[in-house]
């Protein structure tokens, strides 16, 4: 683990034991846990609030302070969803909560399926995402691009979840293992 990733991780633990975000069984998501975060990342909290508009008022009073606070309210799978930034410990930190359990959430669904990738195709998927993520591409269209995966990349590693490993295996089918991406 970095120093880096250390630092990320203390980051996050802080914030899930701060009082505004009690209740909320967060987790975190995204690239820090796969250590696929570049420069810029950001920490990405998961949590669950059965009152989005509430908990907007509460993160607005307990993080509209920090530097680069925005939060909003918006309807994402049909449900009131509440999208909050700021920065924490050096951090940029997204905070999504939605009235569903955080492992039932995309963030959390589509971690599950990159982790399972990662251990399925190795090393080399990995230093193909974190050369893409590097690039400037976001995790899931990493992921869609090294593997030879088409379409929407945000559905489609939704779609994986229910593959088993060896189907997961057979992803990048023709060229026999992870596809190299193209001159960047």
């Not at 203390?10 to 034991?17: E, I, M, Q, V």
């Not at 969803?81 to 492992?103: D, I, K, L, N, Y």
């Amino acid at each position: 683990m970095t120093a880096r990733t250390a630092a990320a991780l203390a980051a996050f633990a802080r914030l899930a034991r701060h009082p505004a975000l009690r209740g909320t069984d967060p987790r975190l998501a995204g690239t820090f846990s796969l250590g696929l975060d570049v420069a810029g990342s950001d920490l990405d909290v998961v949590g669950r609030t059965a009152n989005p508009e509430r908990f907007a008022r509460r993160l607005a009073r307990a993080f509209g302070g920090r530097p680069g606070f925005r939060i909003r309210l918006r309807h994402l799978d049909g449900r009131p969803t509440v999208v909050a930034r700021f920065r924490e410990g050096g951090f940029p930190v997204e905070v999504f909560a939605q009235a569903r359990p955080p492992g039932r959430q995309r963030a959390v669904r589509h971690l599950r399926v990159e982790a399972r990738l990662l251990r399925v195709h190795g090393e080399p998927l990995r230093t193909c995402v974190r050369r893409l993520r590097r690039s400037g591409l976001k995790t899931e269209p990493a992921f869609a691009r090294c593997l030879g995966v088409a379409g929407d990349p945000y559905a489609a590693l939704l779609e994986l979840e229910r593959r088993t490993n060896a189907e997961l295996a057979r992803l990048s089918g023709k060229s026999g293992g992870v596809r190299r991406p193209a001159a960047l």
